[in-house]
């Protein structure tokens, strides 16, 4: 290689750049991945998933003018599935609702996003959990329950 490979190999770098960036946020996701993938727990697999229809509302609008709107998407893995919905709320934020089905339903949920700290919520006797703001943008739950139970699980990347 000559320093004329080296003049053609640098320009087609910088066309590559301009036609085709890499994302501004690719290393946060690329670290957000590799921390997922240290946290040892299986992948669960998302099942079903919804979206609202295009320009949706509900019969009201509540008071504080943000639409009902939302989308629901179910994962499972073994006996264990979460579904979990997310719909609007204020400021541009997500609430996250969610239900466990398994035979022990307490347990605790994180929610890992990156460049965060994980936030964490128990699921109630019930299965039941919510997250009421969370800021749009890439997430994963992980659901941690005891070793006899199946150890903890994670749901892929999703954007809220």
Do not use: N, Y
């Amino acid at each position: 290689m000559d320093d004329a490979d080296r003049a053609v190999l640098a320009r087609l770098a910088a066309v590559g750049g301009r036609v085709d960036p890499m994302p501004a946020d690719l290393v946060e996701r690329s670290l957000f991945a590799a921390t997922l993938a240290g946290l040892e727990a299986d992948v669960m697999e998302a099942v079903h998933l919804t979206e609202p229809s295009a320009g949706s509302r509900s019969s009201t609008v509540p008071a504080d003018g943000v639409p009902t709107e939302a989308r629901t998407i179910s994962f499972t893995h073994g006996d264990l599935m979460l579904m979990i919905q997310l719909s609007a709320g204020r400021a541009g934020r997500v609430r996250v609702d969610g239900w466990i089905a398994v035979a022990t339903p307490a347990c605790l949920i994180e929610l890992h996003r990156p460049g965060a700290d994980p936030e964490t919520t128990e699921a109630d006797e019930d299965g039941r959990f919510s997250f009421p703001s969370v800021a749009p943008g890439a997430a994963s739950l992980v659901v941690r329950r005891g070793k006899a139970d199946g150890g903890a699980v994670s749901t892929p990347v999703i954007e809220l």
